[in-house]
């Protein structure tokens, strides 16, 4: 029998599938699995041993208290995980004798079961035994731990308030709009101090008979249940108000998260992933008067990898950005170009930051003087003026949550981003593109991906020298119009705002 050509290659094709075996890295995996079944089997027996053993030597302790038979069947349910990690093993055990390619999503959906099973059981089971012994060691020094919730429910009962409640009252003032949400948890706080004293005051009877004689299980029982609870809100208490002072203090931020490097590293067969972000905070000294002060620091962050290619294509753009009056989970994390965030709609006009200025026939985004050293640092210390139709592009793009780039037509180079020509041109000293990253765009060698198309060449309005651009004294002739790139300035030096 005669095949043709593409027979042929469908055979070779139906051979070579048929041989590929599963990877490696698999084999490895399930072995690991099987040793960790093993290792949790001969847990949940030390588990089970020690709860028999505790419940034995003290028998009055645990009469006639419920906790000990919720405690057995917890270990019940652990094992009844461990039989059925035990039925993935041995089919994952099957696979791998196989050792079929098509078997790879299978085994790697069976090992996430397997592994979600023998975790579930070793962390139930070792949480078992912690909540017995520690019943045994209040049984052993009731006194102690008497003294103990003491302490506890007086540090709840005394605990100040008075500093976050004068920061919310500021907060409330300055941003009317989060007043309801600051109050609702300063309100939940004030609650706390109150559920103590109820579970202090309901334990007052109990207590007083455990200080004197040995409790007996069911006074064991309310007795450590209190303990553990006046914990919890004690340290509920702290946690909350921190959270609570600090959610107060976002609102005086705004902030950028610039990616100004990405960093795909091979060791062996281990990939790393990482992101250099920078990122640039304004915080408001005083709401009324706008007066701020501009930090900027930069480090590397390691990522995951669906992270790492989720901004792939972002590099130079501000990652997430957040502004003031909203709390740190309100930020937009659609990336979009540094600086664009700050810039007012054309229809409006001017905001806090700067005007739009309309100089030889066009209309142009001008910086106050005391956001300069905001600009630069977005800017990566070479601010190229907006124009009016770029904003309006952009903002046509954000609001149906897209990403700007800055593409003049479908057909032209992006300005922004990972393969923008402003990128290639301001982060070219970047590990990214050290390592070759700006040779896989389709733009690297465009005609006009480096002089010709850099941002000035289309937004020049007379003079071009290397100084930057002055446009017209338009409504605020002091602020001073000046773009380029001013010298000298390093991430995590602090500049005053407004004076």
């Known amino acids: 029998m005669k095949f043709s ?44 041993t020690a709860l028999d053993n505790d419940l034995s030597q003290q028998p009055d302790l645990f009469k006639s208290a419920s906790p000990p038979d919720e405690w057995k069947a917890r270990l019940r349910s652990d094992r009844e995980k461990l039989s059925s990690a035990e039925k993935i093993q041995f089919e994952l055990s099957e696979l ?53 919730m003491r302490h506890a429910y007086e540090a709840i009962s005394k605990f100040d308030l008075t500093p976050v409640t004068k920061d919310i009252e500021k907060a409330d003032h300055d941003w009317p709009a989060k007043k309801a949400a600051l109050d609702d948890r300063l309100n939940a706080l004030r609650q706390l101090p109150k559920q103590a004293e109820a579970e202090w005051n309901a334990t007052e009877v109990v207590r007083q008979s455990a200080a004197s004689e040995k409790p007996s299980g069911t006074q064991l029982a309310t007795l450590v249940q209190t303990d553990e609870s006046l914990a919890t809100l004690a340290d509920t208490m702290t946690r909350n108000t921190a959270e609570l002072a600090s959610l107060s203090g976002q609102l005086y931020d705004s902030w950028d998260k610039i990616l100004t490097d990405l960093d795909d590293s091979r060791y062996g067969s281990d990939e790393s992933f990482r992101e250099r972000i920078k990122t640039v905070r304004t915080h408001l000294l005083d709401v009324a008067s706008k007066k701020s002060e501009t930090t900027s620091s930069e480090h590397w962050v390691n990522v995951s990898e669906p992270e790492f290619r989720a901004v792939q294509n972002d590099l130079g753009m501000a990652i997430a950005h957040k502004d003031p009056g909203l709390f740190d989970s309100e930020a937009q994390t659609t990336p ?113 991906s480096a002089a010709a198309s850099r941002p000035e060449s289309h937004n020049s309005f007379g003079n071009n020298d290397a100084g930057g651009h002055r446009f017209g004294s338009g409504a605020h002739p002091s602020s001073g119009h000046q773009f380029g790139r001013p010298g000298g300035f390093r991430a995590g030096r602090r500049f005053g705002g407004r004076r």
């Open 5 to 48: 050509k593409p027979g042929l290659l469908i055979a070779g094709l139906v051979l070579l599938t048929s041989c590929s075996k599963l990877p490696n890295v698999l084999h490895r995996d399930i072995a690991y699995e099987s040793d960790r079944l093993h290792s949790t089997e001969h847990e949940l027996q030390r588990s089970q």
């Open 96 to 148: 791998a004798r196989r050792d079929r390619a098509d078997s790879q999503s299978r085994a790697e959906q069976l090992l996430r079961q397997e592994r979600q099973l023998l975790e579930a059981a070793r962390a139930d089971s070792a949480n078992v035994i912690a909540t017995a012994d520690r019943w045994i060691d209040f049984g052993r020094d009731v006194p102690s731990h008497l003294d103990q």
């Open 336 to 448: 979009q170009p540094a600086g664009f965030a700050y810039i007012a709609p054309v229809s409006v006009g001017s905001n806090q930051y700067g005007y739009w200025d309309h100089s030889h026939g066009h209309s142009v985004w001008t910086w106050l003087p005391e956001y300069l050293i905001l600009r630069e640092l977005l800017w990566n210390h070479d601010y190229r003026p907006v124009l009016a139709d770029e904003y309006r592009a952009y903002r046509s793009a954000q609001n149906t949550g897209r990403t700007y780039y800055g593409q003049s037509s479908p057909a032209a180079p992006p300005k922004y981003g990972t393969h923008g020509t402003f990128t290639q041109t301001h982060y070219a000293d970047s590990r990214y593109a050290q390592h070759g990253g700006f040779s896989g765009s389709a733009y690297a060698n465009h005609p006009g």
